[in-house]
């Protein structure tokens, strides 16, 4: 017959899906009952209607069974009370909000951005111009680099034209919990963006103060977890967001969406001098709707060609990949359904998995290892 320490110590490793860390260490194990070969256990959710009670359930089954002994378990909820909240946003401010700082009012540590000294590298996705794609080249790149075993978060801070929810198929808001906000997930990427607070219709009529303040508390306020990479879709152009962008994130690295059409790529320029203007470095070039493949296996050039390659060799970085145009592609965003996940081994999963690749290598940051000598 197995023992309630043994349950525990099975719980243990089941972590909860959105906090990414253990139900036991997170308080949410409340009661286990055992009677013969039925286990039962009573997990305290953070919230509410937590949309993720199913692969809750799932995941505390799957351990309990693997006991000797037992032959079936009962998993019932019931919901934190708002000192178990308190106990669960102090636990994430010390270990992965990553502040512990001095406290602000309320005893809380004053939250900082993580990211202006962390190991996280922070790929900004920028175009001139609006319609070339850049969101989708945000999202398949975040997954292609999840796809590689990466941890990887994702800001959308295209607070006019939010669009990543929808392309990633994120169908929930984030979690709150006390006031540290946990993003949701899909396909291997969190995301934090203003469509989970403004609605597909509903217009943001804001000016820059607001935006940037906005834009501070997507950083600060968020679960982040230090990821191996935060991937910002950025608005297009070069107004008051690029420019609160570059100031929270001074170390991102710009990628830089075109189309082969020249009139784009002279528009696009200039989002990536701005980037150069403000001392952010420009890491290479991502040329969008390249050609269209007919059934006859003609590759058609219908924005022109040589647009995203001429950009390239006048920033003096490299095209770092042609993402042909295809109806998959579109509705794959329309859908949350990235071409990465659908299609990987098509012409543009492969051509998104070839960007990822040079990024996640060939542009890594040269690694300095210090050895010691001892002399005898």
């Given at each position: 017959?197995?023992?309630?320490?043994?349950?525990?110590?099975?719980?243990?490793?089941?972590?909860?899906?959105?906090?990414?860390?253990?139900?036991?260490?997170?308080?949410?194990?409340?009661?286990?009952?055992?009677?013969?070969?039925?286990?039962?256990?009573?997990?305290?959710?953070?919230?509410?209607?937590?949309?993720?009670?199913?692969?809750?359930?799932?995941?505390?089954?799957?351990?309990?069974?693997?006991?000797?002994?037992?032959?079936?378990?009962?998993?019932?909820?019931?919901?934190?009370?708002?000192?178990?909240?308190?106990?669960?946003?102090?636990?994430?401010?010390?270990?992965?909000?990553?502040?512990?700082?001095?406290?602000?009012?309320?005893?809380?540590?004053?939250?900082?951005?993580?990211?202006?000294?962390?190991?996280?590298?922070?790929?900004?996705?920028?175009?001139?111009?609006?319609?070339?794609?850049?969101?989708?080249?945000?999202?398949?790149?975040?997954?292609?680099?999840?796809?590689?075993?990466?941890?990887?978060?994702?800001?959308?801070?295209?607070?006019?034209g939010f669009s990543m929810p929808r392309m990633l198929g994120i169908e929930?808001?984030?979690?709150?919990?006390?006031?540290?906000?946990?993003?949701?997930?899909?396909?291997?990427?969190?995301?934090?963006?203003?469509?989970?607070?403004?609605?597909?219709?509903?217009?943001?009529?804001?000016?820059?103060?607001?935006?940037?303040?906005?834009?501070?508390?997507?950083?600060?306020?968020?679960?982040?977890?230090?990821?191996?990479?935060?991937?910002?879709?950025?608005?297009?152009?070069?107004?008051?967001?690029?420019?609160?962008?570059?100031?929270?994130?001074?170390?991102?690295?710009?990628?830089?969406?075109?189309?082969?059409?020249?009139?784009?790529?002279?528009?696009?320029?200039?989002?990536?001098?701005?980037?150069?203007?403000?001392?952010?470095?420009?890491?290479?070039?991502?040329?969008?709707?390249?050609?269209?493949?007919?059934?006859?296996?003609?590759?058609?050039?219908?924005?022109?060609?040589?647009?995203?390659?001429?950009?390239?060799?006048?920033?003096?970085?490299?095209?770092?990949?042609?993402?042909?145009?295809?109806?998959?592609?579109?509705?794959?965003?329309?859908?949350?359904?990235?071409?990465?996940?659908?299609?990987?081994?098509?012409?543009?999963?492969?051509?998104?998995?070839?960007?990822?690749?040079?990024?996640?290598?060939?542009?890594?940051?040269?690694?300095?290892?210090?050895?010691?000598?001892?002399?005898?």
């Amino acid at each position: 017959m197995p023992t309630e320490t043994a349950v525990i110590e099975a719980l243990r490793p089941v972590e909860d899906p959105e906090l990414h860390r253990s139900i036991v260490d997170l308080g949410m194990v409340k009661d286990v009952g055992i009677d013969g070969t039925a286990v039962r256990v009573t997990v305290a959710l953070t919230v509410p209607g937590c949309p993720l009670r199913a692969e809750i359930t799932q995941r505390v089954t799957g351990a309990v069974t693997a006991l000797e002994g037992v032959e079936g378990v009962q998993v019932d909820f019931t919901v934190m009370s708002d000192e178990e909240r308190a106990a669960v946003a102090a636990l994430l401010h010390g270990d992965g909000h990553g502040h512990g700082h001095p406290t602000e009012e309320g005893g809380r540590p004053a939250r900082t951005n993580p990211f202006t000294d962390s190991r996280t590298r922070v790929l900004a996705i920028a175009s001139g111009k609006g319609g070339v794609g850049k969101s989708s080249v945000t999202t398949n790149l975040a997954v292609a680099l999840a796809q590689r075993g990466h941890k990887v978060a994702a800001v959308d801070a295209d607070v006019w034209g939010f669009s990543m929810p929808r392309m990633l198929g994120i169908e929930h808001p984030p979690v709150v919990i006390d006031d540290v906000i946990v993003p949701p997930e899909a396909n291997g990427v969190r995301l934090i963006s203003m469509g989970f607070f403004a609605r597909e219709d509903q217009p943001v009529v804001w000016r820059g103060p607001m935006l940037h303040k906005a834009l501070e508390q997507f950083l600060t306020d968020v679960l982040w977890d230090e990821p191996d990479f935060l991937v910002v879709d950025m608005p297009p152009g070069t107004g008051d967001i690029a420019l609160s962008m570059a100031q929270f994130l001074p170390r991102a690295e710009v990628v830089v969406v075109t189309t082969p059409q020249p009139a784009a790529q002279k528009v696009a320029q200039r989002a990536a001098y701005m980037a150069q203007r403000v001392n952010l470095s420009v890491v290479g070039v991502v040329e969008n709707m390249s050609w269209f493949r007919g059934d006859d296996g003609t590759a058609y050039r219908i924005f022109g060609e040589g647009g995203g390659q001429a950009l390239a060799d006048d920033l003096g970085v490299p095209l770092l990949g042609q993402v042909p145009l295809l109806a998959e592609l579109r509705e794959g965003g329309d859908d949350g359904r990235p071409i990465v996940v659908t299609d990987p081994d098509g012409e543009a999963g492969r051509a998104f998995f070839a960007v990822a690749e040079q990024i996640d290598t060939e542009l890594a940051p040269k690694r300095v290892y210090r050895t010691e000598l001892k002399i005898v």
